[in-house]
């Protein structure tokens, strides 16, 4: 029979100080999940993340491993060098790089939107023109005009063929370098 006081300390050991064995498991796979998209990245993107040199190594054999098993392996071992990577950093980067940031995507959009304006109104090139001064608006009225050009001509383009999309394009990259465009 345990006294009171031994009885208790036991008590104490069995506390949740500390993450259960699922717990711990689960964290584990979503290291050697998140281990698995870094070797499916190029050298030039692996070497943009705050990697330490030995996991970068590790990566970068587990690209070269051809065999199945060799491949398991080492993606294994990349998993068990991924606890002491930033992981929450990396997460963070790759979600930039697969979705692009929510601000640079939002700007992509207005310039967009900018464009379509510039092609349907008049009215949009003397507002675009008056906030910015500094632009070219002999080259910019010729983009507009060829890129008009190009819709009326894609317009007309029997089924299946593809339109062009030159000026048009070329009417975007414009603005884009544009200062301060996007926010337009």
Do not use: C
Request: charged share 35%; proline share 4%.
């Amino acid at each position: 029979m345990m006294s009171d006081t031994s009885q208790s300390l036991d008590d104490e050991d069995d506390g949740y100080d500390r993450p259960s064995k699922s717990q711990v498991k689960r964290e584990m796979l979503a290291l050697t999940e998140l281990g698995k998209q870094l070797i499916g990245l190029s050298p030039e993107r692996l070497r943009q993340l705050p990697l330490a040199e030995r996991l970068y190594e590790a990566i970068r054999e587990a690209q070269r491993t051809t065999s199945r098993e060799g491949l398991r392996r080492q993606t294994h071992f990349v998993g068990k060098l991924m606890r002491d990577a930033p992981a929450d950093a990396i997460r963070q980067q790759l979600d930039t790089w697969q979705n692009g940031s929510r601000e640079e995507t939002a700007a992509m959009h207005r310039l967009e939107n900018l464009r379509d304006r510039l092609l349907e109104d008049d009215a949009a090139l003397t507002e675009l023109l008056a906030r910015h001064p500094q632009t070219d608006a002999q080259q910019l009225r010729t983009m507009i005009r060829e890129a008009r050009k190009e819709a009326r001509a894609n317009a007309e383009l029997p089924q299946g063929h593809e339109p062009r999309r030159k000026h048009y394009r070329a009417l975007f990259q414009a603005l884009k370098a544009l200062p301060s465009a996007a926010s337009n």
